[in-house]
């Protein structure tokens, strides 16, 4: 996620080159691989934060303590805070930071390392509106980002953050239907991927409801509304919600861990 996003930046031009941004990278070969790249890159998270303005936590929940101690009293009130950690509420966030600390959580997700993330985001108690523009403008350089109340993001995991996966189950799903009838694999998952895709887009685009789109593809008694109808039958749009139901209860369970 930190790569993409350090990527997206450079590429949208948000920042005047790469050795604007800072990382903090433990793992030599990765480290290296940044630095070939031409970011500014290092071991010392302390270093990271004394030269950012903006500090992005890209690290897994269990390390988020000992990196905010590590770097407390070098964040201060002045310096913009984005967590990325998942399950990790705000006042966890701020409690490990000095009283005032501008912190805003964010749930993005897989496809932001191909440039079409979609994240919620949560400004906490202290973080200004200047800061949640800069957050939405940052994350918008490798997707679509929304805010939402912290109480929300568990939705937000449920449906964007977990539904990468969905995505992938229907278009597996389908391009297993092209096999059935007759369609060699290569050509049934690529046909598969591009309709999803494309289809999303349209969605996006247009901004039309998914359900007038769907009305414009069938034509009385014709093949898509056959198609419709055994989806229906099937139970596809239950399924859909009882998927991000799921995830979202799950979401809410781990971040009381």
């Known amino acids: 996620m930190a790569s993409a996003l350090m990527g997206g930046l450079v590429k949208a031009r948000a920042v005047p080159s790469s050795s604007s941004i800072a990382v903090s990278e433990p793992y030599t070969p990765m480290r290296e691989k940044h630095l070939k790249n031409g970011f500014a890159a290092t071991t010392s998270n302390a270093e990271v934060v004394q030269r950012s303005d903006t500090i992005v936590l890209a690290v897994k929940p269990d390390v988020i303590p000992a990196v905010l101690r590590e770097c407390a009293a070098a964040v201060g009130t002045a310096k913009l805070v984005v967590s990325i950690a998942a399950g990790v509420p705000l006042r966890t966030l701020e409690g490990l930071l000095p009283p005032g600390a501008r912190v805003v959580r964010v749930m993005p997700n897989l496809p932001c390392l191909v ?44 449906l964007s953050g977990s539904g990468p996966a969905y995505g992938f189950v229907m278009i597996e799903a389908l391009a297993d239907a092209g096999v059935r009838a007759g369609l060699p694999r290569p050509t ?21 409801h998914p359900g007038q789109l769907k009305d414009e593809v069938s034509s009385p008694g014709g093949t898509t509304i056959a198609g419709v109808e055994a989806l229906e039958r099937e139970g596809l749009r239950y399924a859909a919600m009882a998927g991000v139901a799921a995830a979202t209860a799950r979401s809410k369970e781990l971040s009381k861990l």
């Open 188 to 208: 049934a998952l690529t046909l598969a991927a591009q309709t999803m895709k494309g289809a999303a887009a349209m969605v996006l685009e247009t901004g039309k």
């Open 115 to 158: 440039s079409e993330m979609a994240a919620g985001f949560a400004p906490g108690s202290h973080a200004t509106r200047a800061d949640a523009e800069r957050v939405k403008a940052l994350l918008g350089c490798v997707g679509r980002a929304t805010e939402v109340p912290e109480k929300l993001m568990d939705a937000v995991t449920g």
